[in-house]
T-cell receptor
Framework: RKEVEQDPGPFNVPEGATVAFNCTYSNSASQSFFWYRQDCRKEPKLLMSVYSSGNEDGRFTAQLNRASQYISLLIRDSKLSDSATYLCVVNEGGTASKLTFGTGTRLQVTL | NAGVTQTPKFQVLKTGQSMTLQCAQDMNHEYMSWYRQDPGMGLRLIHYSVGAGITDQGEVPNGYNVSRSTTEDFPLRLLSAAPSQTSVYFC???????????FGSGTRLTVV
């Protein structure tokens, strides 16, 4: 089983739609969690951290369920510029510097 | 404030050649890592460092060496390039384990 699993997509949604991505992780000792965004042929960029209480940044909402080892990202009112690959990232417990990346979920927002 | 700077951006090597990918950050971050990204496999950790003088292996360390003589620099050395090392390499740094990484713009390496 992969340490961090994501649905690869692609998710094709119209502008203005709400879309949700899910991610599961296998290491119950994982300590911190992030969502990254990666545009084609570019480096990954930090979108937001994920906190146990859930957190929101504008149109983006991240949730963490430690019991189910599950992370989600919700994008409301999708824009064309949201088209990208979204990477789920988990900080494994025990080795503070080791981040494990999911393979990403591709989002395509269309007119 | 340049963030994380990687050089070169593109490189073509012949099998058996060696080279060093450079990475420098100006944010005084203690943690630095090297990842490679291949289609369908996501980002895989090669080596990482939690401070000057301290390095450790990641998931795919074979064929690569690193050193961390200063906080700013974290070069990655390919000892004897192989076609399997054709990939996009990203260097990243972060302040500590509570933060996500800031990535450099990557080096696209082709080994022929």
């Amino acid at each position: 089983r992969k340490e961090v699993e994501q649905d690869p997509g692609p998710f094709n949604v119209p502008e203005g739609a709400t879309v949700a991505f899910n991610c599961t992780y296998s290491n119950s000792a994982s300590q911190s969690f992030f969502w990254y965004r990666q545009d084609c042929r570019k480096e990954p960029k930090l979108l937001m951290s994920v906190y146990s209480s859930g957190n929101e940044d504008g149109r983006f909402t991240a949730q963490l369920n430690r019991a189910s080892q599950y992370i989600s990202l919700l994008i409301r009112d999708s824009k064309l510029s949201d088209s990208a690959t979204y990477l789920c990232v988990v900080n494994e417990g025990g080795t503070a510097s080791k981040l494990t990346f999911g393979t990403g979920t591709r989002l395509q927002v269309t007119l | 404030n340049a963030g994380v700077t990687q050089t070169p951006k593109f490189q073509v090597l012949k099998t058996g050649q060696s080279m060093t990918l450079q990475c420098a950050q100006d944010m005084n971050h203690e943690y630095m890592s090297w990842y490679r990204q291949d289609p369908g496999m996501g980002l895989r950790l090669i080596h990482y460092s939690v401070g000057a003088g301290i390095t450790d292996q990641g998931e795919v360390p074979n064929g690569y060496n690193v050193s961390r003589s200063t906080t700013e620099d974290f070069p990655l050395r390919l000892l004897s390039a192989a076609p399997s090392q054709t990939s996009v390499y990203f260097c990243a740094s972060r302040e500590d384990s509570n933060y996500g990484y800031t990535f450099g713009s990557g080096t696209r390496l082709t080994v022929v």
